[in-house]
């Protein structure tokens, strides 16, 4: 009784709420990709590949939306708050239609290139960027607000809809056409929408910002529209390379292996979702942040470690339980990929956290870094195990080169302290 009465006195966190969201987030996420892989086979899948793809490429470009909203709802209070997120819906909501259209327009092209069995997938797939963007800065709000409850119903109900209407359609009407797959994500946009303020939607004329304020938020979000495009390349420019120059069936084996060693960086992207808004409100209050990274890099390095661990020992069990015996020739790439990944998680956490404290370099570095890996693998892709291998040798670099830049801010920090 005692027991039970101390642990109904410990109130879960707002924080420790959204994780355990993120974490049933991505397991639905999982969850959606490896039926279709069971579903559709390796060469079908392929074409689901390039669509989920697509999905992760436009998560990221409206991720610069999404950030650049919640670091300044940290900073911006009443009517400057209204007027700045009221421009900012407007613009994202411009940028999601230019996107959009040019996605339509070039759909045959676009099929032509991933080798698609159909180009309809991307026409209906680009209708739904307008509503991602607005979704992004939606929840940007409540990102920098730290409505931790809002902004899990809105990735709850993005996962949960393009979940079931994609399996239903696939399963009760046997439909396994790509087309149906970006239906399923297109319809989820709209769900992940809500719950929406429409009050902060405002086409009148705002407020008009501060010089001082305009130079601050167009300089983050030129900062982090790069480094989102460096995410980009590093998270996806493989799959769409191997899409490229490889056949279908080899390409689905490849989206398998892809889907199962990003675990790392999926559960890693909750951490950064807690730490930009954790550092720039203690920046703003003139405490230390070194703190804030070391916790959540410390977390990643143990899960990390696991997820390794487990991709060496039973890689086969694996890919049989998640894919089935149709993938298990990706089994002894597994842990490499993994590795790979590991170490882009926990160069991603260096990089967000200088972004949040509008450090330049890292975010440069990870942009060189990024093509390096591009140019690898344009050059060495004789078979998928050198793709791998070339993955290896960037996000190495990648990250000692980040570990040597922190290094070297602490000992600067240091002497300016003494002095």
Same mark, same amino acid.
């Given at each position: 009784m005692q027991a039970l009465s101390i642990l109904k006195s410990k109130k879960?966190?707002?924080?420790? !709420?959204?994780?355990?969201?993120?974490?049933?987030v991505n397991g639905g996420n999982y969850l959606y990709n490896l039926i279709l892989g069971r579903v559709l086979g390796p060469a079908q899948f392929a074409d689901a590949a390039v669509l989920i793809t697509?999905?992760?490429?436009?998560?990221?470009?409206?991720?610069?939306?999404?950030?650049?909203?919640?670091?300044?709802?940290? !900073?911006?209070e009443g009517d400057t708050f209204k007027s700045f997120v009221a421009k900012v819906y407007k613009q994202s909501?411009?940028?999601?239609?230019?996107?959009? !259209?040019?996605?339509?327009?070039?759909?045959?092209?676009?099929?032509?290139?991933?080798n698609t069995s159909s180009s309809n997938m991307f026409v209906i797939f680009g209708c739904g960027v307008p509503l991602y963007f607005l979704m992004s800065v939606n929840r940007g709000t409540y990102q920098g607000k730290k409505a931790y409850k809002s902004l899990s119903i809105t990735y709850q109900g993005e996962m949960l809809s393009r979940l079931l209407i994609t399996l239903a359609i696939i399963l009760i009407f046997d439909i396994k056409a790509s087309w149906v797959i970006a239906l399923g994500i297109l319809i989820s946009f709209a769900f992940g929408l809500f719950p929406f303020k429409t009050s902060q939607i405002s086409f009148s004329k705002t407020l008009k910002?501060?010089?001082?304020?305009?130079?601050?938020?167009?300089?983050?979000?030129? !900062?982090?529209?790069f480094y989102e495009l460096t995410q980009i390349i590093i998270n996806n420019s493989d799959i769409l390379l191997v899409k490229h120059y490889f056949e279908s069936y080899e390409a689905g084996l490849y989206a398998s292996l892809a889907l199962i060693g990003r675990i790392v960086y999926f559960i890693a992207w909750m951490f950064v979702m807690l730490l930009l808004p954790a550092v720039v409100e203690l920046k703003k209050e003139g405490k230390e942040t070194a703190s804030v990274l070391f916790k959540y890099v410390g977390y990643i390095a143990a899960i990390s470690a696991v997820i390794v661990l487990g991709c060496v020992l039973f890689p086969e069990l694996i890919i049989n339980i998640l894919f089935g015996e149709a993938y298990i020739d990706m089994a002894p790439l597994l842990w490499q990929y993994a590795i790979a990944t590991s170490m882009f998680a926990l160069s991603n956490i260096f990089a967000y956290y200088y972004l949040s404290l509008d450090k330049y370099v890292p975010v440069i570095i990870s942009g060189v870094f990024g093509m390096l890996q591009v140019v690898l693998v344009v050059f060495y892709h004789d078979s998928l195990d050198q793709v791998v291998h070339m993955q290896i040798v960037a996000m190495a670099m990648l990250l000692i080169i980040q570990l040597a830049f922190f290094r070297l801010e602490v000992v600067r920090q240091k002497r300016l302290n003494l002095n």
């Open positions: 879960i966190t707002p924080e420790q !709420l959204f994780m355990v969201s993120v974490l049933a697509f999905l992760l490429v436009l998560s990221f470009v409206a991720m610069t939306f999404q950030l650049v909203t919640a670091k300044f709802s940290v !900073l911006f909501f411009i940028v999601g239609v230019v996107f959009g !259209l040019l996605i339509v327009t070039f759909a045959s092209q676009l099929q032509t290139v991933f910002l501060e010089a001082e304020h305009s130079k601050q938020i167009k300089r983050f979000f030129l !900062l982090t529209a």
